[in-house]
């Protein structure tokens, strides 16, 4: 069989292409090389919906992000993906304040009729004004909040908070479900798109090996050498139209082996920067937790650290923004940690520890769990989505923090904008497709059920099992809080 399209990379971008690629009748298949998906980046993630204003305006990402946020609620309901529609706060905190103004001189800081914070040039409510302008500029109904407003809506924060945008389109979701669906629903459409034929679009376990692949310039045929992570497997050969390489922080790594083997792949313009994304997640208080997103006033480098409530009622604290060298290094910090709780300290004016030992000084029986999530970063501040004619190779990389947000976007530009560009579709093949309403995954009350009864971390959906990847999802659903206590 020759395919239309490999998809290389099993996390949440991977799949959307995947979905999108067949929902335009392409004859696609997904390779991913752990034996489960979203186990990179896509599994630890925050959850968190974005609507695009920290990306640069004008930018990619910015656009992709859009598209995909005018889609996901409808997504979300049409697939039974468990989603709240809360809204972020974007908060000034005096200690954000570089300058070190904490007065509450009422030349500086006014409130109008209805509540909503007034600024002064040259005050440090500035910030909040730039970012509600960068908000509208992103196309959001974004308002400013006062510090009264904003404690009327999220009575667990600190009364330090100066006042907040409030970006009224953000989401929160489950991060690992979300992933799901997009899994299930290409399964579904690929039993329709391979002509009849038994063959399940998504493999995982299988590691591409580009070195030893090639590609026939006048056929315009791939030859995708691949193997299973076992040893003493034998090698398989894909034969494929175009390679989509999505393999996240790799991708750099990826497109290199590509280039080394067809000369009509230019080396990649841009190197991976992986950056470490470290979390704490408290069990919460009855009621005692944001109902929205609480977010610092970002900056050129990052967003800052979140402190948010996850749908099963447990309180997430991060991520942090490092740099390193290490594409894989996903250990705990210590010292981070002690930061992500003096964090959290400070936002709900209540001390909250750093450490689930009982010896520690720091140590926090509330804590439900730590962990690290290696964003695919590069020396560029935009997606580096590349198409690479000659030899029908697109690279998608630089997707940074916002996959998740973004993911339908991308799915939809890489398949209308590239792949059709590549690879020719007829008319009938196009429609050959039926675009019927996908089947809804299960309520979150089964999938807990059936995730305990196992007893080994899967779930079993559709005839495929799945295991969960993502710690948000695994702990939710093992405290059976939140929507796992009632699957609403």
């Known amino acids: 069989m020759i395919y239309d399209t490999v998809i290389i990379g099993g996390g949440v971008v ?57 889609r996901v609620r409808e997504f979300c309901v049409e697939h039974n993906v468990p989603m709240r529609e809360c809204g972020s706060l ?17 030349d500086e800081k006014k409130i109008d009729d209805d509540n909503t914070l007034v600024t002064k040039p040259g005050s440090p409510d500035d910030k909040l004004e730039r970012v509600l302008q960068e908000s509208l500029i992103a196309g959001d109904n974004a308002t400013l909040l006062s510090s009264e407003t904003v404690l009327n809506l999220e009575p667990s924060l600190s009364s330090h908070c100066r006042g907040a945008v409030h970006i009224p389109g953000e989401i929160v979701v489950d991060p690992w479900l979300f992933p799901l669906a997009l899994a299930t629903h290409a399964r579904e459409l690929g039993k329709q798109s391979i002509h009849g034929q038994n063959i399940d679009v998504i493999q995982t376990g299988r590691e591409v090996v580009m070195d030893s692949s090639s590609f026939n310039t006048e056929e315009g045929i791939w030859n995708l050498v691949t193997r299973r992570c076992e040893k003493d ?9 175009s390679i989509i390489n999505a393999v996240g922080v790799d991708s750099d790594l990826m497109q290199t082996s590509a280039s080394s083997v067809v000369r009509n792949i230019n080396p990649p313009t841009f190197a991976a920067r992986p950056r470490r994304g470290q979390y704490i997640v408290y069990s919460a208080p009855q009621n005692e937790f944001p109902t929205r997103p609480i977010q610092p006033v970002p900056t050129d480098r990052t967003k800052g650290i979140f402190v948010y409530s996850t749908l099963y009622n447990q309180i997430v604290v991060g991520p942090t923004a490092k740099d390193q060298s290490s594409r894989s290094d996903d250990e705990i910090e210590r010292s981070v940690a002690k930061e992500l709780a003096a964090h959290a300290t400070r936002v709900f004016d209540r001390t909250m520890g750093s450490s689930i030992m009982q010896s520690d000084t720091d140590f926090d029986p509330t804590i439900v769990g730590e962990y690290v999530g290696i964003r695919p970063g590069t020396s560029k501040r935009d997606y580096q989505i590349q198409l690479h004619c000659h030899a029908n190779f697109i690279t998608v990389g630089g997707i ?15 398949v ?73």
């Open 233 to 241: 497997s034998e090698d398989v050969v894909f034969q494929t139209k």
């Open 400 to 414: 940074r923090s916002t996959g998740l947000s973004a993911s339908l976007g991308i799915g939809r530009h890489v």
């Open 90 to 106: 974007v908060c000034l905190w005096p200690w954000d304040e570089h300058d070190n103004i904490t007065t509450d001189d009422e």
């Open 416 to 488: 209308q904008s590239l792949l059709c560009s590549i690879v020719s579709r007829s008319e009938e093949e196009s429609t050959s497709v039926q675009q019927a309403s996908p089947t809804p995954l299960p309520d979150v009350e089964s999938l807990v059920e059936q995730y305990h009864s196992r007893g080994d971390g899967t779930v079993n959906v559709a005839g495929h099992d799945y295991r969960v990847t993502h710690p948000l999802t695994r702990m939710g659903w093992d405290a059976r809080t939140g929507i796992a206590s009632s699957g609403k």
């Open 14 to 70: 991977g799949l959307s292409i995947l979905r999108a690629s067949l929902q335009a009748g392409y004859n696609a298949i997904l390779l991913e090389r752990n034996p489960h998906l979203c186990n990179e980046a896509s599994g630890r993630n925050s959850g968190v919906i974005c609507t695009g204003v920290d990306a640069p305006s004008g930018s990619l990402e910015r656009a992709l992000i859009r598209d995909s946020i005018s």
